[in-house]
C-alpha cells in the first residue's frame, strides 16, 4: 500500500499560481494616499472595499481600514469610522479573528494618538462587542528575522508584518493586492 502524505491545503497551495494582476484603481488609490490626497484616496478605497466586499474577497476587510484611515486624515471622521467598524466586521465574519484583534487594537491607539478619545473608546467598545465571549488576546506576532518591504513592491500599499499573511518564513503576502512579498534577512 503506497503511502502519500498529505498535502495542506490553503496557503501552500496558493503559491502555485501566479498572482492576481494588480488593479488600476487600486495602485492609483495608494498612489494618491502616498502623495497625501486623502479625499481622493478615500473615494477609491471605499469603492475597492465595496467591489471586494460584493465578490466575497478576503481584500474587502483590509480595504475597508485603508479607507477608513484614509477618510480621518482627510477629516471627515465619522465615515471613516463607519468604514473602519466595517473592516473589522468583516475580519470578525470570515473568521480572522487574530486579524480582527490584532487590527482593532491598532486602530482604537491610532485614535486615541490622534486626540480621538470619544472615537477610540466607541471602536473599542465595538471591537468587544464584535469578538466572541472569551476569545483570546491578540498576543505578540511571533517575532521574525524577516523585514518586509514598508509598501507593496506590487501594489504600493503599507504592509504591516503583523497584519499579513506568511506564505513562509520570508515570504507574505499583500493583503491588498494578494501578491508574495519577499522580507530581506
Ligand atoms: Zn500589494
Redesign the pocket.
Known amino acids: 500500500m503506497a503511502f502519500f502524505r498529505r498535502r495542506p491545503l490553503g496557503r501552500p497551495l496558493r503559491r502555485l499560481f501566479p498572482p492576481p494582476p494588480?488593479p488600476p484603481k487600486?495602485l492609483q488609490a495608494?498612489r494618491l494616499l502616498a502623495s497625501g490626497d486623502y479625499p481622493a484616496a478615500a473615494e477609491a478605497l471605499e469603492q475597492l472595499a465595496q467591489g471586494a466586499e460584493r465578490r466575497g474577497l478576503p481584500q474587502a476587510a483590509p480595504l475597508y481600514l485603508q479607507a477608513g484611515h484614509a477618510r480621518i486624515l482627510a477629516g471627515d471622521t465619522p465615515t471613516g469610522m463607519g468604514s473602519l467598524r466595517r473592516g473589522l466586521a468583516l475580519f470578525v465574519y470570515t473568521g480572522r479573528l487574530q486579524r480582527a484583534h490584532r487590527a482593532g487594537e491598532r486602530i482604537v491607539a491610532e485614535l486615541r494618538a490622534r486626540g480621538l478619545t470619544a472615537e477610540a473608546e466607541e471602536m473599542a467598545t465595538y471591537l468587544w462587542s464584535l469578538l466572541p465571549a472569551g476569545s483570546p488576546a491578540a498576543g505578540p506576532e511571533p517575532s521574525r528575522r524577516t523585514r518586509l518591504p514598508t509598501?507593496?513592491?506590487?501594489?504600493?500599499?503599507p504592509?504591516r508584518p503583523d497584519e499579513t499573511d506568511w506564505l513562509d518564513e520570508v515570504t507574505a503576502e499583500?493583503?491588498?493586492?494578494?501578491?508574495p512579498?519577499r522580507g530581506t534577512e
Open positions: 494588480v487600486l495608494n509598501h507593496c513592491p506590487a501594489c504600493g500599499a504592509l499583500c493583503p491588498y493586492c494578494g501578491s512579498v
